[in-house]
């Protein structure tokens, strides 16, 4: 049997010409640091709050870290992100159920605990920071769907046409309470084009949308709606949110919304849609935002608390991962958390 030669021998005999040696630039923290592509700032965060009436703050069991506050409660936790450096925040409402009826009413309501967010937030700060706001009907109707519905002779289905001006009027609200931008997240066809009307004929041609373009259908939401308490009563919402097999589909909806009238385009989730937002980058000069969703923020969090991985780095190469397949903006959960304890 022959004798086998020793690793270090063959390299003698053989040295290789190693002339190109990408390892040059990973040899110390300062070049690493030097020749970075992507990086994390405190102003590409955008940071969701949920406001519930009344006061005080109460915690959220699915969203470990995270509250539903009143607008006091909410005052001090929106100083405590600028403090870190995020400018951005995205409002979502959160009502008791008797508030709630069939066509969603309450979601114009102007004392409504958005529309007073909004007002005293732009009060406390002005235009220190960027206000977003959440449209949808789904956390207001006693069904729990993202718009109204309409019995046919194949059963209840939801009306997307007769849906447009409810939302309409949520988006006007919002307006008229200070928002900077309406998000529209309830995939009804037509609706940027249908509030970018309405608010330009109400004269408010400065407010922004932030169009929910590419939402899918996902599993990934569910902590959400616990803490939204906007969970459908039946069915699902696979008939107007995205399957997630579609990838053509998505650039045909982000296309749409951007004809129609949006300033900034939105894919949600964010983890499991990497390559949507990547597809997506070359075909749009506005604005991408990237939803890093409840369930993604709840499973790092889960994991952590098991011992299997390491949730500073995790956090870390997660939120880097989104801003390098493309987003210009994350809305996180883990945000103010990320910035506090240093791990961007």
């Known amino acids: 049997m022959p004798k086998l030669k020793n690793p270090e021998s063959l390299a003698l005999e053989a040295p290789l010409e190693l002339a190109l040696r990408p390892r040059r630039l990973r040899s110390g923290a300062a070049l690493r640091e030097s020749v970075a592509e992507t990086y994390l700032r405190p102003d590409h965060f955008i940071a969701p709050f949920f406001l519930m009436p009344g006061q005080g703050q109460e915690p959220i069991a699915a969203l470990p870290g995270v509250y539903r506050y009143g607008v006091e409660a909410f005052l001090n936790a929106a100083e405590d992100a600028l403090k870190l450096g995020v400018r951005s925040l ?13 066509l969603g009413r309450s979601s114009a309501d102007p004392l409504g ?3 007073r967010a909004i007002r005293e937030v732009r009060r406390a700060f002005g235009n220190e920071v960027v206000v977003y706001t959440d449209v949808c009907l789904c956390a207001h109707t006693s069904h729990g769907h993202c718009g109204l519905l309409k019995e046919t002779p194949r059963g209840l289905v939801i009306d997307n046409d007769r849906s447009l001006p409810q939302l309409a009027a949520m988006a006007l ?3 008229e309470a200070g928002t900077d931008f309406v998000a529209p997240s309830d995939m009804m066809d037509g609706r940027v084009g249908y509030l970018r009307r309405t608010l330009d004929q109400a004269g408010f041609t400065e407010v922004g949308i932030l169009s929910y373009a590419v939402k899918y259908a996902s599993a990934f939401y569910g902590p959400f709606r616990e803490a939204a308490k906007s969970a459908p009563s039946f069915g699902d919402r696979a008939s107007y949110q995205m399957d997630p097999r579609n990838a053509r589909e998505a650039l045909r909806e982000a296309a749409l919304d951007e004809a129609e009238g949006a300033d900034m385009l939105m894919v949600k989730p964010a983890l499991a849609y990497l390559d949507i937002l990547a597809r997506l980058r070359p075909q749009t000069q506005l604005p991408l935002v990237a939803y890093n969703v409840s369930g993604e923020y709840a499973m790092l969090k889960a994991a952590a608390r098991a011992g299997a991985l390491d949730e500073a780095r995790a956090v870390r190469e997660t939120l880097l991962a989104i801003r390098r397949a493309g987003a210009d903006l994350i809305i ?3 945000a103010q958390e990320a910035l506090a304890q240093g791990w961007i």
């Open 90 to 102: 995205l409002l979502f409402g959160v009502l008791a159920e008797e508030a709630k009826d069939p």
């Open 113 to 115: 605990p958005v529309p």
């Open 173 to 175: 609200t919002h307006a």
């Open 332 to 334: 996180s959960y883990h």
